[in-house]
């Protein structure tokens, strides 16, 4: 039952930009609970583990990557229940299939359903 909704990616050139977004379901969270929780972008490519690439805290802070910092963007946009990722100077190693997460106040985690995003080399 998808409760965070993706949508973007697809195949850049090298230096390309693309960005994701990732929508939370209206019914499943109200302005106060989405504007409240961490969301962040992971990451995982063939053969590796699933790693963090960006968090926005209900609190506001952020924090990167350092493979991607200076190069991506998180973002959010409460009053839509959105969440974004713009990655800029996409590199052949950024190839992944990239997944929304957000946890709420009271502790509950919700994943997106993944997105591939291919920079051939």
């Known amino acids: 039952q998808a409760q965070l909704r993706q949508s973007g990616g697809g195949v850049m050139r090298a230096g390309g930009s693309l960005r994701l977004s990732c929508e939370a379901e209206a019914s499943k969270f109200t302005f106060s609970s989405f504007s409240t929780s961490d969301v962040a972008w992971y990451r995982q490519a063939p053969g590796k583990q699933r790693e963090l690439v960006a968090v926005?805290?209900?609190?506001?802070?952020?924090d990167y990557a350092v493979s991607v910092k200076d190069r991506f963007t998180i973002s959010r946009e409460n009053a839509k229940k959105t969440q974004y990722l713009q990655m800029n100077s996409l590199k052949p190693e950024d190839t992944a299939v990239y997944y929304c997460y957000l946890r709420r106040s009271q502790g509950n985690e919700y994943w997106g359903q993944g997105t591939q995003v291919t920079v051939p080399s």
């Open positions: 926005i805290t209900g609190g506001g802070s952020i």
